[in-house]
T-cell receptor, first 117, second 113 residues
Framework: DTGVSQDPRHKITKRGQNVTFRCDPISEHNRLYWYRQTLGQGPEFLTY????????KSRLLSDRFSAERPKGSFSTLEIQRTEQGDSAMYLC???????????????FGSGTRLTVV | GQQLNQSPQSMFIQEGEDVSMNCTSSSIFNTWLWYKQDPGEGPVLLIA?????ELTSNGRLTAQFGITRKDSFLNISASIPSDVGIYFCAGQLGGSTLGRLYFGRGTQLTVWP
């Protein structure tokens, strides 16, 4: 397993267009997270899934944002009607929640850099 | 949201020197993590801390989970040029099992040869 994979690595789009990003987590990990990172800041939590269930969404995730993980494996993050303020690095991470309630690993992908022009 | 205060914001040191950075919070955390991020890449996990008072090493890196559960520090000994990057602390709130992490704003480390 090569870690968390994100596609594309870079995306340039015009304001008002829709974009979709994909994340493939580490195969045995049951939790998948999306974060957003702007220049000079640490990553900010957007949402996370345990298997296919979306269990938490941040207030940062406006109505224009939607995330899915249909079969509990890969996930997609869609942004509709993009705005210049959406320009950021979108990071995906995955972890394994153990039966004890603890978790193991919290591995990030290389991210998708979105530029809205 | 939760604020993690990470300091210093940046450090300029000479190769071979030791480095120390820390992170504090007004809330109790039950997990502290330290990550390193290179330009254009995602954060890479360096050390994970799960218990108050825990001291963990990873090569030249040592991190501690503060007794109050509101702080953590990371030390790098005998720095080398490849240590250059941005170091982030991250934590999971106490009482939460959700896995959501809160991040500091990072410490930019520059190492001069």
């Amino acid at each position: 397993d090569t870690g968390v994979s994100q596609d594309p690595r870079h995306k340039i789009t015009k304001r008002g267009q829709n974009v979709t990003f994909r994340c493939d987590p580490i195969s045995e990990h049951n939790r998948l997270y999306w974060y957003r990172q702007t220049l000079g800041q640490g990553p900010e939590f957007l949402t996370y899934f345990q298997n296919e269930a979306q269990l938490e969404k941040s207030r940062l995730l406006s109505d224009r944002f939607s995330a899915e993980r249909p079969k509990g494996s890969f996930s997609t993050l869609e942004i509709q009607r993009t705005e210049q303020g959406d320009s950021a690095m979108y990071l995906c991470a995955s972890s394994l929640r153990l039966g004890t309630g603890d978790w193991d690993g919290y591995t990030f992908g290389s991210g998708t850099r979105l530029t809205v022009v | 949201g939760q604020q993690l205060n990470q300091s210093p914001q940046s450090m300029f040191i000479q190769e071979g020197e030791d480095v120390s950075m820390n992170c504090t919070s007004s809330s109790i955390f039950n997990t502290w993590l330290w990550y390193k991020q290179d330009p254009g890449e995602g954060p890479v996990l360096l050390i994970a801390l799960y218990k108050a008072g825990e001291l963990t090493s990873n090569g030249r890196l040592t991190a501690q989970f503060g007794i109050t559960r509101k702080d953590s520090f990371l030390n790098i000994s005998a720095s080398i040029p490849s240590d250059v990057g941005i170091y982030f602390c991250a934590g999971q709130l106490g009482g939460s099992t959700l896995g959501r992490l809160y991040f500091g704003r990072g410490t930019q480390l520059t190492v001069w040869p």
